[in-house]
Every structure is written in structure tokens, then in C-alpha cells.
């Protein structure tokens, strides 16, 4: 691309020490002048110039060939006469004989370092010329001054220092960087010859313009500069985060409670976490939460034996003892703070029935082979749950071979009661039971024999029983429990 500059001017009357300005009165000696440009970092391969309207004076000259020779060198200093290559011709364009003024105009192909100082030396053609009225030059350099530095930066988090590089394309180059972020813009550096900056964006500043986001995005611009000149800019952008726990919600006592839930349990009725029965049912107070810089709630979630409920109700699963429940609040930014709650569960287990004992009695309880009356007694064991559980103990019989019980009668826990009245003569079938709160159940089944007898006949001799009282017509019956044998051989076993 081409560049144009307007130069660092100086004349000089040739013959003069350089770094001195030159009289601009009528001399003997032509004046020269000097001119600094700045080549861009590609190099030059061209070079034009060209002046506002400068006059020209002295004796005789010819004004039709009012000319001019120019040059290029790298030195600052050593034009001591017109000695040196001429790069060149510059003729005026247009004379004005009312001002004696010229347009003075030339351009070169030349070939040039990059990046580097160079200068333009230009003096009159004829030696007659012997003042010119300065006046500024602009000089053209065709090339190009380097690319916009890119731009390196990673993601990272509000109240935290995040760098910045430049990689610049050629050295010189000066850098104006800022960074725009939820609407608002910082300068990190204006016209600098840095390469780096760091950005630490303030917590609560972008906080409160970020009420109802996590992060967003931060945009880095680069405006590129060489000698002064643009070159273009180039963009970056990153993802900034609120880093956990930075803006957390600050929690009140009671903000989270969790409360037994046993609806549509065995427990149901119950006030205590029953295992294997209950569960816990989390409840919350936003009115003892408090979120920073204009955030607001924005849900909830709990966490029970590796169970995740992020929707109301807020229940465990069925609690299988002491347990631990996770109870977090989010918030608008996604920042979150919680509480573990401790439960406390009440150890179940099924009732079951020990130390039974039947027997048949008499009416007073005591043991009678042909008792019409039996004596029932158990020993109940079941879960307490804190006096909320109950049992109901009872005995109930039946003949052996009828279908179904009889009346229950309620036993006390591990107290004997005489029942009756039941015949000597049939054998029965009695059942204990035991059932709690909770609607578990046990039993256990215990067989009363008839009266023994060695043998004893049915009436009208239709059926004999041996060890016991026949039961059944058309019967030999044996008590259970008994063999026929023939010597030492069973040959009918039960």
C-alpha cells in the first residue's frame, strides 16, 4: 500500500556545515533541501514526492527549465555539493510568471531497507536558482508498513488478572488496546510500544451489570500503528466466568429443613423416619437467602444417597437409615451455597413371635391330656419407633379339618390365657399372631392332639384309633409322629 508522510524539513546552503540551518537570503551557493521519511516494514519499492507552491528566486535564469535534482540516501549528513547519483529529475508543472511559482513534483523506483530512516535531498538544476521559499513536501512511499498485531488472550475469570500479548508483525509498532465487556469498555494501553497488558476485571463492577449471567464475552481490540500510521486492527475475544463460590449466596439459620414424609407408607400416621419406610421432604426459605450485587433465586436442588432432585417436591427416596442430605440454592449467575442436614432414622424390623407355648388344659390353666380348654402364650418382639409403634398379639383355632379360624382372642405380650372350649376328641390347629403398627405381621401354628388312648373306637364302630381318639369314619388313625413297624423294620412311616 502506499503511505504518505509528510516529512521532517530542512534547507541548507550547499557548502554549509550540516545540522545548521542555511540562510534563506540571496547567496552565491543554490540551497538544498533535506527531507526525513521513514521507510514501512516491507520496504519501499517506490518513491514520489511532490511540494505545495514554492517560489523561486535570483539573477538570470532560464524559468523555461526552472528544474530541480533530487536524491535518496541513508545519511543524515555528507551532501556537500552536488556531487552523488541523482535519482532523478523534477521539472515544475506550472509556472505562474505573476508569482514566480512552481509545483514541484518527482518519483523514483527504488529499492529500500524496511524499516528504516531514510532522506530526500533535493537542490535547483540551474545554478542561477539561488533561493527557494520553504514550504512543506509530501513524500509517497509505496509499500507496506506490516500487518495489525495479532492479539493472544485466554478465558478466564471476573476479579482475576488475565494477560494480554501483542505479537506485532515488525518492530516499531505502537499499540492502542482496549477491551469491551457486558457494555462497558476499558483502555489497557494507548499508543504504546508495549506488547502486553493484563486485564483484571473487577468483581463487583461487572457483578452488578451481570445480575442474570455466569460469564459473557469479553472482546480485546488493537489498533496497529507504524510511524505513526495505521496499519488496521484486529479483534480477540474470550469467555470471562464468575468463578465458583466468588459471588455465593449467604445463608440464614433455617433456610433449608427437611420434615418427615410418610404418605402412602406403612409408617403413614407416624411423626418418625421409620427405615426402610420413610422419607424426607426439604422445604425453603428464600426470605433467609441472601444474593449479591442484583442477583435473585433461581432453583433449588438436593442430594440423598447418591439421588439428585432438582424440582419441587424436593423428597428423598425411602430412607434406609441415618442419612445426609445436600440442600444447594442457585442463583440468577449460577453461583451456588448449601447446608448438609443431618436425619436421624428410626432402625424397623418386623415383629416375630418367640418362647410360644399351647398346651391343652383344664378350665384353671393346668395341663390336662383331655383338656377342653388350651393355655396360649407368646413373646412378641418388635420395633418401638420412639412409643409410635404398636402390636396386636391374639390366638385363634380350628378343628384340623375345618377350613378357617375361629374368633381371635387377644393375648397380652408374654402372658399365658386359658381358651376354650375345644373337644378331647378332635385335634386342632392353633394360631398366633402378632401385627404392628405398620401392618407387618406374624404367626406361628401349633397342632393339639387329641386325648391319648390306647385304643379307643368311633361310635357305632365306625373307625379305631390308636394313641389317640378316632376322628374320621371308615378310619384306623395314628397319632402323628407314629410308625407301624413288624420287628425291627418300619414298614409305614408317617
Known amino acids: 500500500m502506499s503511505t504518505s508522510l509528510t516529512t521532517e524539513a530542512r534547507w541548507y546552503r550547499v557548502g554549509a556545515r550540516y545540522g545548521l540551518d542555511g540562510s534563506l537570503g540571496f547567496d552565491a551557493y543554490p540551497l538544498v533541501g533535506r527531507f526525513k521519511f521513514h521507510t514501512p516494514a516491507a520496504g519501499a519499492a517506490g ?21 530541480f535534482h533530487f536524491l535518496v540516501t541513508a545519511e543524515s549528513s555528507g551532501y556537500e555539493s552536488r556531487t552523488g547519483t541523482d535519482l532523478g529529475t523534477a521539472a515544475a508543472k506550472t509556472w505562474n510568471s505573476g508569482t514566480q511559482k512552481y509545483n514541484l513534483t518527482g518519483s523514483v523506483t527504488v529499492e529500500l531497507m524496511p524499516d528504516a530512516d531514510y532522506y530526500l535531498w533535493i537542490w535547483p538544476r540551474s545554478a542561477l536558482i539561488s533561493r527557494i521559499e520553504p514550504g512543506a513536501i509530501t513524500v509517497t512511499v509505496d509499500g507496506s508498513y506490516g500487518a495489525p498485531s495479532t492479539i493472544g488472550a485466554s478465558d478466564g475469570s471476573f476479579g482475576g ?30 499508543d504504546s510500544g508495549a506488547v502486553s497488558a493484563v486485564w483484571t476485571p473487577d468483581l463487583a463492577t461487572y457483578a452488578a451489570l451481570l445480575p442474570n449471567a455466569g460469564s459473557a464475552q469479553a472482546t480485546f481490540s488493537c489498533v496497529t500503528k507504524y510511524g505513526g500510521i495505521s496499519v488496521g486492527s484486529s479483534t480477540r475475544t474470550i469467555t470471562v466466568s464468575f468463578a465458583a463460590g466468588s459471588l455465593s449466596p449467604t445463608l440464614a439459620a433455617g433456610w433449608a429443613s427437611a420434615a418427615v414424609y410418610n404418605t402412602g407408607s406403612a409408617a403413614a400416621g407416624l411423626s418418625v423416619y421409620v427405615q426402610g419406610c420413610s422419607k424426607a421432604e426439604v422445604s425453603f426459605d428464600s426470605a433467609k437467602i441472601s444474593c449479591r450485587y442484583g442477583a435473585s433465586v433461581a432453583g433449588f436442588r438436593i442430594r440423598c444417597g447418591g439421588v439428585t432432585v432438582s424440582a419441587s417436591p424436593y423428597r428423598t427416596g425411602v430412607l434406609t437409615g441415618d442419612a445426609e442430605i445436600l440442600c444447594t440454592v442457585i442463583d440468577s449467575r449460577g453461583q451456588e451455597a448449601g447446608e448438609t442436614l443431618q436425619i436421624t432414622v428410626q432402625p424397623y424390623a418386623e415383629p416375630r413371635l418367640t418362647e410360644v407355648t399351647v398346651f391343652r388344659c383344664d378350665s384353671q390353666g393346668t395341663a390336662a391330656d383331655d383338656g377342653q380348654y388350651y393355655s396360649a402364650k407368646a413373646k412378641a418382639l418388635f420395633s418401638a419407633l420412639s412409643g409410635q409403634n404398636s402390636i396386636c398379639l391374639s390366638a385363634a383355632h380350628k378343628r ?6 375361629g374368633t381371635e382372642t387377644t393375648l397380652q405380650n408374654d402372658t399365658a390365657l386359658v381358651i376354650g372350649t375345644i373337644s378331647p376328641d378332635y385335634s386342632y390347629q392353633v394360631r398366633l399372631k ?41 378310619c384306623i388313625e395314628l397319632p402323628s409322629g407314629w410308625v407301624i413297624r413288624i420287628g425291627n423294620t418300619v414298614v409305614v412311616s408317617e
Not at 488478572?161 to 469491551?180: D, E, Y
Not at 384340623?400 to 379360624?405: F, G, I, L
Open 434 to 474: 402378632v401385627t404392628d403398627a405398620l401392618g407387618n405381621s406374624a404367626q406361628v401354628l401349633v397342632a393339639l392332639a387329641t386325648q391319648h388312648w390306647a385304643m379307643k373306637f368311633r361310635p357305632g364302630g365306625l373307625g379305631v384309633g390308636f394313641g389317640k381318639a378316632p376322628e374320621h369314619d371308615n
Open 161 to 190: 488478572p488475565i494477560p494480554v500479548s501483542l505479537n506485532a508483525s515488525a518492530t516499531g509498532a505502537t499499540h492502542t488496546l482496549t477491551v469491551s465487556c457486558a457494555g462497558r469498555t476499558e483502555t489497557l494501553l494507548t
Open 400 to 405: 384340623t379339618d375345618a377350613s378357617s379360624y
Open 47 to 67: 518513491l514520489s514526492f511532490a511540494s505545495s507552491a514554492y517560489a523561486v528566486y535570483g539573477g538570470d535564469y532560464n524559468y523555461n527549465d526552472p528544474g
